[in-house]
Every structure is written in C-alpha cells, then in structure tokens.
C-alpha cells in the first residue's frame, strides 16, 4: 500500500521560509513522487508545483518566484520563500504512476502538513 508521507509544516511569519519534505513508501513500479497542492479551509484543491517524470517543472500562478520544487533519491521537497497570509492551507504531496512513459495514476496523496502564515 502506497503512504505518502509530509513534514515540515508550521507556523512562520510573513516573508519568512519553510521547506516540505515528501517520502513515499510501499510504492509500485514506476512511481514517482509528482507534486504539491493545497487547500485551504472552505477552498478548493490547488496546483501549487509539478515535477513530471522528466523533470519539467510547473507552478501555481501566486507562487511562482517564490516556491521552488526539487526531487531527487530521498523524496520530494518544496521551498517556500516569501511567504504571505494567503499562503496558509494544508500542504498535499502528490505521487504518480507510469508505465512505459504513460501515466496510469496519478491519484495518491500523503494526508497532508499545515503551513500557516501569520504575524
């Protein structure tokens, strides 16, 4: 069974920085560890940064220049710099699954970090 898990989550002020952390575990053949989104209370999920299987990057609109997303042998992880109010939410890591470059599944979530941005 796939478990996705994030920390690295808390409480900082505006303009301050945190860095996620994303490990997976029990995970099929051809997985890898994709991305992260958000939701805050009474929102819906968001795009906040992509990594495909190639290393193409993509980023939400409000944290672009900002965030920067990376993956290398020991998971996932999200840097996020100037961070404002609006930024807080639950943060969501993102795995997927291909087979022979196609995707298969891109439907596995970790249960999520809390980032709250506030003075």
């Known amino acids: 069974q796939v478990q996705l898990t994030e920390t690295g989550g808390g409480l900082v002020q505006p303009g301050g920085s945190l860095r996620l952390s994303c490990v997976g575990s029990?995970?099929?053949?051809?997985?890898?560890?994709r991305g992260w989104y958000r939701q805050a209370p009474g929102g819906q999920r968001e795009l906040v940064a992509v990594?495909?299987?190639?290393?193409a990057t993509n980023y939400g609109d409000s944290v672009k220049g900002r965030f920067t997303i990376s993956r290398n042998s020991a998971g996932l992880c999200l840097q996020m710099n100037g961070l404002k109010p609006e930024d807080t939410a639950v943060y969501l890591c993102?795995?997927?699954?291909?087979?022979?470059?196609?995707?298969?599944?891109?439907?596995?979530w970790g249960q999520g970090t809390q980032v709250t941005v506030s003075s």
């Open positions: 993102n795995g997927a699954r291909e087979s022979i470059g196609r995707p298969v599944n891109n439907n596995y």
């Open positions: 029990g995970t099929p053949s051809g997985f890898f560890l």
């Open positions: 990594m495909n299987s190639q290393g």
